[in-house]
């Protein structure tokens, strides 16, 4: 039990250490910029969120915005900045939808003396036709949700896992951070694992397997990619008559303010933060490129974890009322 309380103290106070990174107060720099932005899509709560963010932000320094949904398609993406670079647009952000595919079309925006941020997911091309990567670190939070289900069941868990959406780096890296720290303790494993593609209807429609494929009886917890999915998974398990939050202990990542309800519901038991305000930190990253600065491969963002005793206070606080 000494090795549960140690690990999560250590990982707790990685979490301290990474703040301590995060990129400094935002700016109005960047007036009369024209920036085309490139966004994943709208599958989740936290999804719009950062749009929003993002726009406010842009409005907020004058910059004209030029926005693109890609509905989760990377082609859509692509034509997207095709379309920013014939517009001959001073910077495009892109937030990818999987990692892999986008060498060509990077190059073309290199090309053109177009530079590009990468904001939130990650990309594997050549890192010399980016400028930066705006982000979370999405490894960091997978560790964080398996330290605290480590420290919540003494080791001793079978856990089913509703994974995102299939090559995109949050999935993949929340993944590798989680079966990172699980790996130490012989009582905890994954039973179950399927993609719910970050959505609510994904999440049901998988953990309504899950409850189909095994004993629920035999489940200790569900560690989801995202809030979105875990949301859908607390109907489908109260569809089944389980007690979610009780009966099953949840942990999932995005802090959305229908996981703090949940929490006040009894539903859910601890979310790890992705902040949406990443659009700030990348119009910096913009400005300083255009200046002459050099900047680091990557500006980390960072988040918190969060349980249900203060849930009514971040609920009030992110819902605005």
């Excluded at 250590?10 to 990174?21: D, E, T």
């Excluded at 700016?27 to 994943?40: E, M, P, R, W, Y």
């Excluded at 595919?101 to 177009?114: C, F, K, P, R």
């Amino acid at each position: 039990m000494r090795s549960h309380k140690l690990l999560f103290s250590v990982l707790m106070l990685l979490l301290v250490v990474f703040g301590a990174f995060a990129v400094g107060a935002q700016d109005n720099s960047g007036a009369g910029l024209t920036i085309g932005f490139s966004q994943v899509g709208s599958e989740s709560a936290w999804r719009t969120s950062f749009t929003n963010a993002v726009i406010a932000e842009a409005e907020a320094r004058g910059i004209n915005l030029l926005f693109s949904d890609g509905q989760q398609r990377q082609e859509n993406q692509i034509a997207a900045l095709r379309s920013f670079i014939a517009q001959g647009v001073d910077a495009i952000i892109l937030a990818p939808v999987v990692e892999t595919g986008w060498d060509e079309v990077l190059q073309e925006a290199a090309d053109n003396g177009i530079p590009v941020v990468i904001v939130d997911r990650n990309v594997t091309a050549d890192e010399s036709l980016y400028v930066t990567r705006v982000s979370s670190d999405f490894v960091h939070e997978g560790r964080l949700a398996a330290a605290w289900l480590v420290q919540a069941t003494a080791g001793q868990c079978n856990i089913v896992e509703l994974q995102g959406t299939v090559g995109s780096s949050a999935a993949l890296d929340r993944q590798q951070g989680f079966n990172e720290v699980i790996a130490l303790f012989s009582g905890m494993q994954i039973i179950q694992s399927q993609s719910g593609d970050f959505t609510r209807t994904g999440g049901k429609e998988v953990m309504e397997s899950f409850l189909n494929a095994v004993d629920p009886s035999t489940i200790c917890a569900v560690w989801s990619h995202n809030d979105d999915m875990l949301i859908g998974a607390i109907e489908a398990m109260k569809e089944a008559g389980i007690d979610p939050g009780q009966d099953i202990l949840t942990i999932s990542v995005d802090a959305i303010p229908d996981i703090f309800q949940a929490m006040l519901d009894g539903d859910a038991n601890a979310t790890v933060e992705l902040s949406p305000n990443m659009g700030g930190p990348a119009f910096d990253a913009v400005v300083a490129y255009l200046n002459g600065e050099t900047l680091p491969r990557w500006i980390p963002v960072a988040g918190g974890i969060y349980f249900p005793d203060t849930a009514a206070e971040e609920l009030a606080r992110r819902s605005g009322s």
